[in-house]
């Protein structure tokens, strides 16, 4: 059979086939499949001749076929069956081979756990599993994303509509399935988090700090009444930072303490500011994951420009020694601050931070806002916007 090889690697070369051979449905023995040739991906071809690659770790849908070798498509309305692919191997005359790892539709899981509610699982939700299976070439359809949502993370990517994810693990041995998280994650009440749920009482709240993150339904914290109380804004002229704005972004998702906060951070660019400020918030409108990742990502370059901005700045003296100058970074310029963090991947101009080219990864930012919140007052102002909750937990804003 042709063999299409692609870029050499050079811990092993792997062979990318493009299998011809007659479709077969005789599944090797565990002795067979040991002995059979490695492969990094191949090739199939629909009936158009429109080729998809398929290669290891990728997931993908797979279609039934019956004992001829015909693919079984899926009725209108049936979930897609996934796997996700760990091994690929070939026989001699080119009958290509893959081992998966199955994902269960949580209607699946029911069949094995009766009391499972599905009502709390999103339509494109999995349940990841190492039930091992396998199965001939011909049965993988197409290749798709599938994002694991981590709960507690608090660099969660965005799950869009359209994307398959998981955040249990099901045990089919055990039939059991666990979440992997290092804290409890659910709310007050005790229930599970439901992603599809439109209804803005079940929008769920989620609090950054390290020893904490855990989400919190709006219903929940308002019955509680798990409010904060706000100082006012100081008596004077100038404005000042909003003090809603000012307590969410004490609560950091890198530190257990309150985040010490200037009354008056220097030159910040207000939408970033804003952004900063918004609550984290996940479910219904607000998609799977939220904004969760994207307003983190705000505050700790928010954190990092405090400490540049307000660092004393270096003068020449007359004698040509640089000392400290007794004025602080206030009258810096966003456009001279360089926002650098190896940990979190940061290097960008504080003032370029919302550009595509050469900002701080803030693309589409306006999605993650929730409230539109003034964000310098003063004390004539009255109001200063919305209402804070308080994490029950650990009593920061959230």
Sequence with gaps: MP???????????????????????????EDEWEQLDQQGSFIVADKNGRESIFSLQD??????????GNLIYPSPGEPEWIAKIKSIRSRQNGQIWVRVYWYYSPKDVQEYIPSLDTSHYAKNERLYSHHAELIPYFQLHRVVSMVHFLPDDPDQVPIHSHQFFYRHFFDIKSQEFSIRSAYSTECLCKQPYNPTDTDPAYEMHWCPRPNCRRAYHDACLRNGEHYMALDPPPRWRSKVLNPIIHRRLASSADTEDNVIIPCRPSRI??????????????????GVAGNVAMVVRARRVVLLAIQELDRPKQIDSDDGDSTDSEQSGSES??????????K?????????????????????????IV????????????????????????????
């Design 3 to 29: 063999v299409r090889r692609r870029g050499r690697g050079r811990a092993r070369q792997w062979t990318h086939h493009k299998s011809k051979a007659a479709p077969s449905t005789v599944v090797p023995t």
């Design 333 to 342: 310029d966003p456009s001279d601050i360089r926002i650098r963090s190896a």
């Design 371 to 398: 409230e539109g919140l003034d964000v310098w007052v003063s004390a004539k102002c009255g109001a200063v916007g919305e209402e804070v909750f308080v994490c029950p937990e650990c009593a920061g804003a959230i």
């Design 344 to 368: 979190h991947g940061f290097d960008f101009q504080l003032d370029r931070w919302d550009e595509e080219e050469g900002g701080g990864g803030f693309a589409g930012w306006e999605s993650a």
């Design 269 to 286: 660019p207000t939408d970033l500011l804003r952004l900063a400020a918004q609550p984290i918030v996940r479910g219904g409108p607000r």
């Design 59 to 68: 997931n993908a849908t797979v279609f039934r076929s019956d004992s001829r």
